[in-house]
């Protein structure tokens, strides 16, 4: 049997966009790998389309490496609307219970979001994507479905206030820091039951994911703008390298031949690893003055066992 012909080019790297208000995560990705035609892409934790930001997108083999920038911890700007519950938790969402907030102060506001800081348990939205049965949670819900969620444990790093404006509907802006899993529409929502006003996300902006900060991203109608005027090549220099999103992580080097035994998907022996590493600690794996291997776990006895290894081609 023929082999199925990969369509696009085998370009790989993270590309940071500023994902753009009203449009999907996907479908912002789908329009990037297009334009850098690539023939693989995928994202590093989705965003609503409500919501803007940080979103980095792996494209061609960086996507082996997505997976530690899901885990990695995230930050986010947002505007909370005090005294209007929805089902979503945002804007998007019907309207559950409308409460005059305009007695709400900010020092009940700031002994509240303090009882948020640390490891924490949330219970996540029914709108978010997580799975019952197989069956993503938001589909539930706007089925009329509601199932029982089990708390999970979060933990806030940094949680301040940046403004406030009282009123009927009062709006409080704020920044968090936060750990993989949070929901920043269960934030609003548990404050604003605290306060017994109800409360809904009306702006969501992520301001970093991992080790990307919204100043390093790139807005879709720039890229789209850039590449009207050539070839898909003439956008690699925007991509940071595959091993980015394990940066903060050892580096051992290999040579030739030992990366040779290496991307054959060997254990090997590696004088770095055994000398600083522990066991089970990952680490980046590189050819003497070269190329990025790709990542492996560090054994009991110092050997690297790969894990995730780039194709090189």
């Known amino acids: 049997m023929a ?19 009203g449009l999907s995560s996907n479908h912002a990705l789908q329009r990037v790998r297009r334009l850098f035609d690539a023939n693989k892409a995928g994202h590093t934790g989705s965003l609503d389309p409500l919501a803007t ?3 980095p997108i792996c494209l061609g083999e960086a996507t ?10 995230k930050g986010y700007r947002s505007t909370f609307s005090l005294g209007l519950r929805t089902e979503s938790g945002d804007v998007d969402g019907g309207e559950v219970s409308r409460i005059d907030a305009s007695n709400i102060t900010l020092a009940q506001i700031e002994q509240a979001v303090e009882t948020f800081g640390g490891d924490i348990q949330q219970v996540p939205s029914m709108y978010s994507a997580l799975k019952h049965n197989g069956q993503p949670l938001y589909k539930l819900a706007r089925q009329g479905i509601e199932v029982e969620r089990a708390p999970r444990s979060i933990t806030i790093y940094d949680y301040k206030i940046l403004d406030f404006r009282p009123g009927v509907i009062a709006e409080l802006d704020v920044e968090v820091r ?33 080790p990307f900060h919204e100043s390093e991203t790139l807005t879709l109608s720039a890229l789209e703008e850039m590449r009207e005027s050539g070839e898909p090549e003439q956008l690699d220099h925007l991509l940071k390298p595959m091993d980015i999103a394990v940066a903060d992580r050892m580096a051992v080097e290999l040579s030739e031949t030992v990366a040779a035994y290496f991307q054959l998907g060997q254990e090997v022996m590696s004088g770095e690893a055994f000398r600083n590493g522990q066991e089970g600690d990952i680490v980046r794996v590189f050819r003497e003055g070269g190329a990025f291997l790709g990542v492996a776990t560090v054994t009991e006895d110092g050997r690297i066992a790969p894990k995730r290894l780039v194709v090189e081609t």
Request: charged share 25%; with cysteine; hydrophobic share 40%.
């Open 3 to 21: 082999r199925k012909r990969t369509r696009g080019r085998s370009v790989n790297g993270v590309f940071l966009l500023d994902k753009p208000f």
């Open 64 to 73: 082996k490496f997505s997976q530690f920038l899901l885990d990695a911890e």
């Open 53 to 55: 930001g940080v979103l």
């Open 178 to 210: 936060c750990s993989k899993g949070t929901y920043i529409r269960s934030l609003a929502d548990d404050l604003g039951q605290m306060l017994g006003c109800g409360a809904h996300v009306s702006a969501l902006h992520r301001t970093l994911a991992g």
